[in-house]
């Protein structure tokens, strides 16, 4: 059985707001990951699929590769490459979706446009502590992906019918990419209900599986090998294991964006290890994702060291510092959450 887990008020509210419009903008996070673009796609494909012509997803920076299989990625604007095109659509909109984030800051470039934007606004999120922006805000933190929210909605507006095999496709990858293949998150039985229903739309999950975890380049293999073999460092003492990745030994690698996704999690099957850090040096700051398991807060620490939050046990943060004063700056606090 699916619950009605979204207030029937709130989805009243955003059917009122989506009816009547054609112009449409779905944006989601800056570096979009599997469940930014799965539910922006989903919902976009849901969109078209009831007669609405006019709607585009803008997402601010380019997205990985192992995500341009999903239907029609091919349509989806980058807002760093295609800034003229992005703003002007945005700012004739009659409606903004925002999916997947809870703050407009992370948004980053493409904040401003959002916010200025004389379009109503609908929120669509499952992180803590949403920033009121919108005219509607559709926020559930206890859900595991943004893309099941999409689902919901869908479902609850009556709008079952209009799901179709591509649609059913991305929200399936949202779901699956944001509990590590149904490894975390997973444990709400009504999941699998969707699961169920979103296969008797006809998807192949197994091959989700395969396009979005084997297609990865060799470079990005032998990175993988590197990182844990010569970069990784383990603090037993703490239960704590961080990877901190230099710019140049990114393009050693040829790093894509989207490489490193997933690398941070792979020390926490290490035994007695519950909180892994990954530290990579972007152009103008350190990007750090911070994943746990069981009861460490891997969002408080995000939000204490790194300006940054998320969920309990999958968050991220940024550092202004270099590399090095980042580094100390995370050793010299370790003790005092152990
Ligand atoms: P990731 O490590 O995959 O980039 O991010 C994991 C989670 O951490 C995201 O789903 C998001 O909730 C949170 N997160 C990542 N980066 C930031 C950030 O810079 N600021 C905040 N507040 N949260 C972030
Ligand atoms: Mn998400």
């Known amino acids: 059985m699916i619950t009605n887990i979204i207030d029937q008020d709130l989805i009243s509210q955003a059917k009122r707001l989506i009816e009547p419009v054609q112009k449409i903008a779905i944006v989601t996070h800056t570096s979009p990951d599997g469940d930014a673009i799965g539910s922006s796609l989903g919902m976009l494909h849901f969109l078209r699929d009831t007669g609405k012509q006019h709607v585009r997803v803008i997402v601010p ?12 990625s ?5 807002y ?14 009659d409606l903004i979706i925002g999916i997947d984030f809870n703050q407009l800051s992370r948004l980053e470039k493409m904040q401003d446009a959002v916010k200025n934007a004389p379009a109503k606004k609908i929120l669509l999120d499952h992180h803590l502590y949403p920033e009121n922006f919108a005219d509607v805000t559709i926020s559930y933190p206890q859900i595991s992906s943004a893309s099941e929210i999409v689902f919901r909605l869908i479902c609850r507006m009556g709008m079952f019918k209009h799901i179709s095999k591509q649609c059913a496709e991305c929200i399936y990858t949202g779901m699956m990419t944001d509990t590590g293949n149904f490894s975390y998150n997973s444990n709400d039985s009504e999941i699998y209900n969707i699961i169920s229903e979103l296969l008797k739309k006809g998807i192949d999950k197994d091959a989700i599986y395969r396009n979005v975890n084997n297609t990865h380049s060799e470079d990005r293999m032998r990175f993988m090998g590197y990182c844990l073999y010569r970069k ?36 926490l099957s290490i035994e007695g290890v519950c909180f ?15 994943r746990s398991q069981g009861d460490f807060p891997a969002n408080k620490v995000a939000a204490e060291l790194f300006n940054g939050g998320g969920h309990l ?17 995370f050793e010299n606090a370790l ?3 152990f």
Do not use: C
């Open 61 to 72: 920076n380019r997205f990985p590769h192992f995500l341009d299989w999903m239907p029609l």
């Open 74 to 78: 091919e349509t989806i604007l980058a």
């Open 335 to 337: 003790p005092k959450y």
């Open 80 to 93: 760093d490459d295609n800034t003229g095109e992005a703003d002007a659509f945005l700012s004739v909109a």
């Open 276 to 290: 892994s850090v990954f530290m990579r040096e972007d152009k103008d700051k350190i990007k750090i994702s911070l």
């Open 313 to 329: 046990n999958a968050a991220g943060g940024e550092s202004y510092a270099t590399l090095d004063e980042t580094i100390e700056k």
């Open 232 to 267: 990784m460092k383990v603090y037993p003492e703490y239960h704590t294991a961080l990877i901190a990745i230099r710019g140049k030994e990114l393009f050693r690698f040829n790093y894509q964006p989207g490489d490193a996704e997933g690398f941070v999690n792979m020390p």
